[in-house]
């Protein structure tokens, strides 16, 4: 059966959407703790870590332009079990980022609310998850719906917060104090988690007009685009705070106090916005993530009940997997920071396995496309990061638990070979 193909415009649209989502706004505090006024770095850091893997992505992309996207080449090209650990890792770890999202939106408002705090912080994160899969169970009409109307809040804070830097800068730091490159560098884990989902280019190809020409211009525009965002946000706010952006989780309530202390309204009804699309992201991994568990079942990796589709045409059972392991992981820590190490270690070892795949491939001549040094550099860069992660994590004290988390899926896989 043929699907009707995006054009190349509608096609960058939605890698845009995707790629800019509610990491950009969770991320300026840290990054300005860590960073201080050059917080921005990070940024740059990541579009340099990322660049040799969005290149061979989208080089596999356009020799293979087709559903299932990094599990696919990582199945195909190196070895099933391969291609298991590839899906697995990219499953935990965006499940990880939904869990972290949806705490954030539910401790802004246990933290404002005295009812609230009657119940514990955890049992309303787990509510807040549970509910947003109900909703998503009902159907992708409704969550079409839904989304819609995230994508155009989207927009409102960020121009807030541009607006805001431009016009006032009375709160910048008089001097620019330079971090230490270390610390700078420890920036690029939370960086990179704003920059994933550039992947979702690999899921559509196969829908995009004239893809072996296209993709490639894609993945890499969007990038650029979403890189120009993350650097005029974070600029701007901090042009507007100075290094209190660093201890706020609202700044778009403290911009409204400083700068519009007559509409005291704006930067209130601004914060909510963010929070809205902040819980819509949550919602939007929720919504299709789960399908990578299934996909996983379906190929007989999980047992088979993973797999089942409801009448709303929503693997249910995937989703509600999902919404348990995200409680789960909230149930080993809360605190921002490792929790996007987690997250990003677990999907760049994704990135890793498909850049070992690319090598392989342009080293047994199966493609032209796909320059050596090319996935190489993709190789070093997976690497790094990943030893940034796990250093991090470790620091924490949850290796053994993120571990235990990531070995559900290995413990499966061996239970189904065996």
């Keep these: 059966m043929s699907h009707p193909k995006m054009g190349p415009f509608a096609a960058m649209l939605l890698s845009i959407n995707t790629i800019i989502g509610a990491g950009v706004f969770i991320n300026a505090a840290p990054l300005t703790r860590l960073g201080g006024s050059l917080g921005f770095v990070g940024y740059l850091f990541a579009a340099l870590a990322m660049f040799p893997v969005i290149l061979c992505l989208s080089s ?18 190196l070895h099933p079990v391969a291609g298991f650990v590839s899906g697995w890792s990219y499953f935990v770890g965006k499940t990880m980022g939904a ?22 912080l955890f049992v309303w994160d787990c509510g807040l998850i549970f509910l947003l899969a109900a909703i998503n169970s009902l159907g992708v009409r409704i969550g079409g719906r839904i989304q819609w109307l995230f994508i155009a809040l989207k927009v409102v804070p960020l121009a807030f917060a541009m607006v805001a830097g431009w016009f006032e800068t009375a709160y910048s730091d008089p001097a620019v104090i330079v971090p230490e490159f ?8 939370i960086a990179i988690f704003a920059f994933s989902s550039f992947e979702v280019t690999c ?9 072996e020409q296209n993709v490639k211009r894609i993945m890499i525009g969007s990038s650029l685009v979403a890189l120009a965002v993350y650097i005029a946000f974070q600029t701007s706010l901090y042009s507007a705070l100075g290094a209190d952006l660093g201890n706020v989780s609202s700044p778009f309530m403290l911009i409204g106090q400083r700068f519009f202390p007559d509409t005291l309204w704006l930067g209130i009804f601004v914060n909510r916005v ?9 919602f939007g991994i929720l919504t299709n993530n789960c399908w990578n568990l299934q996909v996983l079942a379906r190929d007989g990796f999980f047992p088979k009940v993973f797999a089942q589709i409801n009448d709303a045409h929503v693997p249910w059972v995937s989703l509600v997997a999902e919404a348990g392991l995200a409680c789960l992981v909230l149930g080993l820590t809360t605190e921002q920071i ?20 690319a090598f392989k491939v342009r080293w047994q001549g199966i493609s032209e496309q796909m320059p050596l040094w090319i996935s190489g550099a993709g190789i070093a860069s997976c690497m790094y990061i990943i030893f940034l992660c796990t ?28």
């Design 99 to 120: 869990a972290l999202l949806a705490h954030v939106f539910v401790a802004f408002f246990y933290r404002q609310s005295p009812v609230m705090q009657a119940i514990p």
């Design 182 to 189: 270390f610390e700078l560098m420890r920036t690029l884990p």
């Design 203 to 211: 899921t559509i190809a196969h829908l995009i007009q004239d893809a």
């Design 274 to 282: 963010m929070f809205a699309s902040v819980v819509s992201a949550s």
């Design 338 to 357: 490792p929790l996007q190490n987690m997250a990003v270690m677990s999907f760049v070892t994704c990135y890793l396995i498909n850049m070992i795949a």
């Design 391 to 418: 250093a991090k994590i470790a620091q924490v004290g949850l290796s053994l638990p993120f571990f235990m988390v990531f070995g559900i899926g290995l413990l499966a896989l061996m239970r189904q070979r065996a």
């Design 60 to 77: 596999f992309c356009s020799v293979r332009p087709q559903a299932g996207g990094l599990y696919i080449y990582a199945k195909e090209f």
